[in-house]
């Protein structure tokens, strides 16, 4: 299982994400408390939908054909966004 730790310039609030490569992608993010923020991906792997350790979702994100976010509502301040499910940071993600 691959961890990436994130530096402050990049995702604030978390410290790692979780990236196991025996299932080919992204899991989630957790902050150093801990606490989860689980990725829902599309059919090409992009994060449409970010849940919380209770399984409510927190926020989710919609896409155009190329790549460009078409519509965002509630905490999908994340830079695995658009295919981000294999890895693929957004360079503006809020």
């Known amino acids: 299982m691959l961890l990436i730790f994130l530096s402050a310039g990049i995702s604030p609030a978390f410290g790692k994400v979780v990236f196991p ?10 902050n150093l408390a801990n ?19 209770a399984g409510k979702v927190i926020g989710h994100s919609s896409y155009s054909a190329y790549g460009l976010t078409t519509f965002t ?5 994340t830079p695995f966004r658009y295919n981000g499910q294999a890895g693929v940071i957004t360079d503006r993600f809020v």
Do not use: H, P, W
Not at 21 to 30: D, F, H, K, N, R
Not at 73 to 77: K, S, W
């Open 35 to 53: 606490q989860a923020k689980t990725y829902n991906f599309d059919q090409v792997g992009s994060a449409i939908a970010r849940t919380d350790d």
């Open 21 to 30: 490569q025996e299932i080919g992608g992204l899991l989630y993010e957790a």
């Open 73 to 77: 509502e509630g905490d999908m301040a």
